[in-house]
Structures are given as structure tokens and as C-alpha cells.
T-cell receptor
Framework: ETGVTQTPRHLVMGMTNKKSLKCEQH?????MYWYKQSAKKPLELMFVYNFKEQTENNSVPSRFSPECPNSSHLFLHLHTLQPEDSALYLC????????????????FGPGTRLTVL | GDSVTQMEGPVTLSEEAFLTINCTYT??????LFWYVQYPGEGLQLLLKATKADDKGSNKGFEATYRKETTSFHLEKGSVQVSDSAVYFCALGPLGYQKVTFGIGTKLQVIP
């Protein structure tokens, strides 16, 4: 148990559906991340939030919409997805980044396995 | 841009065998280097790290040495166990920033 939970663990949706992934961390961190993990590809960073402000959007299509209402919760809203969006979506958290700081270890949740039909 | 190259696997070993998983990287400056492990059904966990050249990271019997001259960070363990079966990710991150670049992951299967 890493202190980062994700729900649901599995999700099957059609291309016209709207759904949301939820991530919650109980570690007192102030930075949160969304990653996409696809077979035979490196882990892809999607979004980063530091102190609830989005600091990274790694050229992610607009059909993925993140939301960070507070430092403990992170959502990924999904709409009109494509079959190639099927993947494992991982959430992570860490101490927040500040200028000049060294790397702060990221703690990962177990992921949501998303299948788009 | 930064990149990490590692063998895709799967790597299949018998229990108590010696493990090496190769990792090389391309980066500007002097990044920190990491190995993460992902057990079945779980998220990634930091296994070990090294922040400067010639540093050796170690944890749970695993070791890796930051080799600047060969831009490598190979993971080794002297005697693997069935419980080490997992996917291992090599990664790098520039100091002072949170954007970590991951390799493709190497699946390790240890058989009794």
C-alpha cells in the first residue's frame, strides 16, 4: 500500500461515453501526476500539478481533461476517446517541486485499466 | 531530448541466478538516475537511485552504478528470487525538476 489510491481499477467505455478517473493520495504531498502506460512503450507523462496548478501538459489531446480541486485529489475526465487510448493510467504524487530542489520521489497508485471499444 | 534505452525482455531466470538488466541513457547535463519496479497489479515503486557520477544505488540486494563515461546505469542482483518477478523501469530526471523520463520496462520472470 503506497498511500495513493485510484478508482475505478478497471473501466470499459464506448467512444461516445464520458467517464472520470479518480486519484487520491494520503501522503501529504503537493504534486500530482497522470501517466499513460501502454504495452511496449515507455511510460508517458501526461499532466503535472504543483500546488494545484497545472505545470505540465505533455501535448495531450483535449479529449483528456485533468482536474485538481485540492492537493489530495486528482481527476482525469474522459470524453470521445479512441480505441488507441486503451491503456493503464497511473497516478502519482510527490512533494512539490520548487526551483533548485532535488528530485522528490514519486509514489504511484495501482492504476486504472481503461479499455475503449 | 532525454531518452532511456533498456532491453525489453522478457528475461527468464532460474532462482538464485545472477541478474543484469542493461540501461543506457541520453541526456543534457547531469541527471539523476533511477530504477523503478512494478509488481503485478501494482503501481511503480522506486527501487534505487543515484544522483551523480560513480554513485552506487542499492536496495533489497539490487545495485546499479551511475557510469557517466558509458552513460549507463545497469541493474544487477547476485541471486534472484521468485518474488523478484516484476517489470523493471530505468528512468532519469534532471535535478530540480519533476519530469522523469522512463524506459520501456523489462519484464523479469524468475522460475523455481
Amino acid at each position: 500500500e503506497t498511500g495513493v489510491t485510484q478508482t475505478p481499477r478497471h473501466l470499459v467505455m464506448g467512444m461516445t461515453n464520458k467517464k472520470s478517473l479518480k486519484c487520491e493520495q494520503h501522503l501529504g504531498h503537493n504534486a500530482m501526476y497522470w501517466y499513460k502506460q501502454s504495452a511496449k512503450k515507455p511510460l508517458e507523462l501526461m499532466f503535472v500539478y504543483n500546488f494545484k496548478e497545472q505545470t505540465e501538459n505533455n501535448s495531450v489531446p483535449s479529449r483528456f481533461s485533468p482536474e485538481c480541486p485540492n492537493s489530495s485529489h486528482l481527476f482525469l475526465h474522459l470524453h470521445t476517446l479512441q480505441p488507441e487510448d486503451s491503456a493503464l493510467y497511473l497516478c502519482a504524487s510527490s512533494q512539490a517541486w520548487t526551483s533548485g530542489s532535488s528530485y522528490n520521489e514519486q509514489f504511484f497508485g495501482p492504476g486504472t485499466r481503461l479499455t475503449v471499444l | 531530448g532525454d531518452s532511456v534505452t533498456q532491453m525489453e525482455g522478457p528475461v527468464t531466470l532460474s532462482e538464485e541466478a545472477f541478474l543484469t538488466i542493461n540501461c543506457t541513457y541520453t541526456a543534457t547535463g547531469y541527471p539523476s538516475l533511477f530504477w523503478y519496479v512494478q509488481y503485478p497489479g501494482e503501481g511503480l515503486q522506486l527501487l534505487l537511485k543515484a544522483t551523480k557520477a560513480d554513485d552506487k544505488g542499492s536496495n533489497k540486494g539490487f545495485e546499479a552504478t551511475y557510469r557517466k563515461e558509458t552513460t549507463s546505469f545497469h541493474l544487477e542482483k547476485g541471486s534472484v528470487q521468485v518474488s523478484d518477478s516484476a517489470v523493471y523501469f530505468c528512468a532519469l530526471g534532471p535535478l530540480g525538476y519533476q519530469k522523469v523520463t522512463f524506459g520501456i520496462g523489462t519484464k523479469l520472470q524468475v522460475i523455481p
